[in-house]
């Protein structure tokens, strides 16, 4: 019982740093959102009303809190501890703001990303472990032979090459080089969507 409970101390302390870390660099970073939207606001090119130079800093200041409000989820005239609670409570209820980028709730981008990412993270776990099982048999089969060893140096050698390395590699050969696969999308944009064959082969493609 004391493992789980500090195993779930831990994921929360862990969530808890993350996003107080995230806050601080919205916040405070040089460059970061909230320049951004200030500056965005000053060219006249984002948020209602905004008339460039012919707008009072009063004005601006109203709209640049607006807009604070709603891509950032916080008011920047209050106190950074009042504003850290207000982000907070807005995190945790799924209010995650604004996308400058989208224009869409940020929630909203999540969601659509999600379901690919687990299709994504499904596919890289059933391979690797089929992969890990035939690999860990052939070794034990022929433990301390050459076949054994080979492939205990092959995988050291494999292994000491950052994953996205090989990533990028696998994208310029089997896309780009040989065709054998798409390097990008996430479905057939030719085929209809739905349980058919095309649909679901141009999926797993």
């Known amino acids: ?3 789980y409970l500090k195993r779930i101390g831990r994921t929360i302390f862990t969530m808890w740093a993350g996003l107080t870390v995230t806050f601080v660099i919205i916040r405070k970073m040089p460059g970061g959102p909230m320049d951004f939207i200030m500056a965005q606001m000053l060219a006249g090119s984002l948020g209602p009303g905004s008339g460039g130079g012919d707008s009072t800093s009063a004005e601006q200041s109203e709209q640049f809190q607006q807009l604070a409000q709603t891509y950032l989820n916080v008011n920047p005239d209050q106190p950074l501890h009042i504003q850290y609670i207000d982000w907070m409570g807005s995190v945790l209820t ?3 703001g604004q996308s400058i980028y ?6 909203a981008i999540f969601a659509e990303a999600i379901p690919w990412t687990v299709l994504l993270m499904s596919i890289a776990v059933v391979l690797s472990f ?3 099982v035939i690999v860990g048999g052939l070794m034990a089969n022929f433990e301390g032979s050459r076949i054994d060893f080979g492939v205990t140096t092959f995988l ?3 292994q000491s090459i950052p994953f996205f390395v090989w990533g990028i590699l ?3 050969i089997i896309g780009f080089q040989l065709q054998w696969l798409p390097d990008g999308g996430q479905v057939n944009p030719s085929a209809t969507p739905g349980l058919n064959v ?6 797993i493609r």
């Open 102 to 107: 989208y224009q869409e709730p940020v929630a």
């Open 156 to 158: 050291t050698w494999f």
């Open 130 to 132: 089929s992969q890990q």
């Open 94 to 96: 799924g209010d995650l």
């Open 1 to 3: 019982m004391n493992y």
């Open 170 to 172: 696998m994208l310029f």
């Open 198 to 203: 095309e649909y679901v082969v141009g999926v």
